[in-house]
C-alpha cells in the first residue's frame, strides 16, 4: 500500500523558514517523482514543486521561486521542501503527492494527507 | 495554462447522472486528469489522460474530452460521491488546476 506522511507544519511568524518532509513506502521511491501541492484553508489545489526520481529535474511556481527548495533522499525514502521567507499567503496544507513516471510534469496518483503551515504574527 | 470548471456547485438527488466540465485556456492534448476531495481528506485520482479510469474507481465515474474541452461524468451518482471534484492539467508547466466543483446530495 503506497504511503505518504508528511511533517514539520505548524504556526511560524512571516519571514521565518519552516522544513517539511514527506516519508514514503509500499513503491520503489527512486523510481518516481514527487510533487508539493498546497491548499489554503477552503480553497483550491496549488502545485508548489516537483523534483524528478534523481533530481535532475526540478520546477517551482512562481508564487514560491527563490523562497523554496526541494530535495529528495532517495536512501531514505523521503522528500523535504525548505521554505524561507515565508508569507501569510503561503498559509495552506501542504500535501506530499507520487506522480505515475519518474518525470515531476506527469500526473499525481496517491496523496498523503496533508500537513498544515500557518504563517502568523 | 487556465483550468476552468463548471458549475461551481451542484446539487443533486442519488441515482442522477452528473456532468462536470473544465475548459482550458489552452490546448492540453489528453494530459487532463481528475481527482475526488471528500471533505477533510485529501484528493485522489480518479481519471488520468481524459479518460482512463484509475485502479479500483468505479464504473460510474467517466471522462471525456481533448483539446480544450474536458468532461467528468458520474452516471448513476451515490451518496458516497459527496465531493469536490478537480481537473488538472499537465501537458504545460506549471500545472494547474481547476477551480473545483462541489457536489452535494440533496
Known amino acids: 500500500e503506497v504511503q505518504l506522511v508528511e511533517s514539520g507544519g505548524g504556526l511560524v511568524q512571516p519571514g521565518r523558514s519552516l522544513r517539511l518532509s514527506c516519508a514514503a513506502s509500499g513503491f520503489t521511491f527512486d523510481d518516481y517523482a514527487i510533487h508539493w501541492v498546497r491548499q489554503a484553508p477552503g480553497k483550491g489545489l496549488e502545485w508548489v514543486s516537483g523534483?524528478?526520481?534523481?533530481?535532475?529535474?526540478?520546477g517551482y511556481a512562481d508564487s514560491v521561486k527563490g523562497r523554496f527548495t526541494i530535495s529528495r533522499d532517495n536512501a531514505k525514502s523521503s522528500l523535504y521542501l525548505q521554505m524561507n521567507s515565508l508569507r501569510v499567503e503561503d498559509t495552506a496544507f501542504y500535501y506530499c503527492a507520487k506522480s505515475w513516471t519518474g518525470y515531476y510534469k506527469d500526473g499525481v496518483d496517491y496523496w498523503g494527507q496533508g500537513t498544515l503551515v500557518t504563517v502568523s504574527s | 495554462i487556465v483550468l476552468t470548471q463548471s458549475p461551481d456547485f451542484k446539487s443533486v438527488t442519488p441515482k442522477e447522472k452528473v456532468t462536470i466540465t473544465c475548459r482550458a485556456s489552452?490546448?492540453?492534448?489528453?494530459?487532463l486528469h481528475w481527482y475526488q476531495q471528500k471533505p477533510d481528506q485529501s484528493p485522489k485520482l480518479v481519471i488520468k489522460?481524459?479518460?482512463q479510469s484509475f485502479s479500483g474507481v468505479p464504473s460510474r465515474f467517466s471522462g471525456s474530452g481533448s483539446g480544450t474541452d474536458f468532461t467528468l461524468t458520474i452516471n448513476s451518482l451515490e451518496a458516497e460521491d459527496a465531493a469536490t471534484y478537480y481537473c488538472?492539467?499537465?501537458?504545460?508547466?506549471?500545472?494547474?488546476f481547476g477551480g473545483g466543483t462541489k457536489v452535494q446530495i440533496k
Open positions: 523534483i524528478s526520481w534523481n533530481s535532475g529535474s526540478i
Open positions: 489552452q490546448s492540453v492534448g489528453i494530459n
Open positions: 489522460y481524459a479518460s
Open positions: 488538472h492539467q499537465t501537458s504545460s508547466l506549471p500545472t494547474t
